[in-house]
């Protein structure tokens, strides 16, 4: 019989050789690479379902509704727990009818269903106000007198369980796990102690997570301050929540062809400097401007850059190449443009970028961007970059919110009618590098929890392979 060698140069993680006789009624190779991957097990595996109190149940379908404070229930959906399975802390949704059914309890575990996400899990634990969940998840109800509920929820943080759900889903339309393939799931069951020693290694890479992330985001909350100091800015003092302090009075003069929402007439904020000279926006750079491909147009990939790829912390995460069929409904921009969101809630959480890096030097995107380019050597675009992310300027945009409900957005003629404080260049430069050096550490701390996500991992796997 004819022996085959796979080449040394060849990943073995991803080209493999099976006999035939090793095939499972099935050819899709990720199913055997998870067979592989737990072939070692020291450690009984048992499926999920013989793990369980009661039968699994999916969520509630009802509209999530804005949640106003911590009072209201809690929708858990899909959207609401990170890739480590934390709650996201925001408010959140909440819904006009919630069924008692669904309220969750402490150590009920949640799988995602369906989506890009599927696979996904959440074990909850008190958080201070009631909760209940949306019906792309669904609720396993774990025997604590048999396994620790959070020993199953630290294997579906592992490289075995991803593996897993990588050869299950379905992926006909969209991808699917149902609750019947999750009780098949099969997972290894090793004694309590040894239970213990893996949830332990996973939640102290929660806790350090968790510490960097808090040590970040204190690095980028002093951005702020710093900038507004530099520049010479004093924030005007917030008037107290009482019913005289929320009374103002507008002249029907100002008013006439105007708005009629009080909260655009209600604060007289501004950047004025006692440092450096004002200047009118519009003076330094281009707003909206036309873009002009010269012979690109319909003939070669330029970057396409949709609003869910400029991050809240003002980057551009993805680039996609793609072709321009039809130039209507895009915004087009060049290499070195300033991208703000104009549509609300995303201007609020700050999803600004500078393009950089585009595919021939040009892009394309949504319409829900705002275009800002340098025109002459008075303004470094990093500079105005920062300034727009400030919470001062989101707040003072804020104001100009218009539009109908659910569709508010900031109108050109802000920006047009704008003035910022305009410190020499070196002085810009100086302040974009100090915030640019800022950013660059708390990114810093927040990559380093690849390494340590590996290393928990790593640790996790060692414990159940040997």
Known sequence: MSTYNISPALNKNKVFILQKSELDKRLDPSWYVYLKSIKDFKHKKIALKKLLLENPQYGANEIGIERTDNSEPRYIRITDINEFGELVNELGKTASIIEEKYFLKENDLLLARSGNTVGKSYLHKDVGYDCFFAGYMIRFIINT????PEYVFAYTQTDFYKKWTKAIQRTTGQPNI???EYKNLEIPLPNISTQEKIIKVYFDFLAQKKQNEDEAEKLLASIDDYLLKELGITLPAPNENTLKDRMFTVSIRKISGNRFDSPFYQFNWNL?????PMANLADVVLINPPTYFENIMNEEEISFVPMESVSNEGFISVYQKDKIVNSKGYTFFKEGDLLVAKITPCMENGKTA???YLHNGFGFGSTEFHVFRKIHN???IDFLHFLFRTKYFRSISKQQYGGSAGHQRVPPVFFQKLQIPLP?????????????????????LKEKMKEALSNASQEIEKILLT
């Open 424 to 444: 020499p260049l070196d002085k810009q430069k100086e302040i974009a590098d100090h915030i640019t050096d800022i950013r660059q550490q708390a990114q810093q």
């Open 354 to 356: 500078i393009a950089k």
């Open 145 to 148: 007198a048999t396994v620790l």
């Open 272 to 276: 004025m400097s006692n440092k450096f």
């Open 378 to 380: 008075q303004i470094e």
């Open 178 to 180: 149902n609750a019947e």
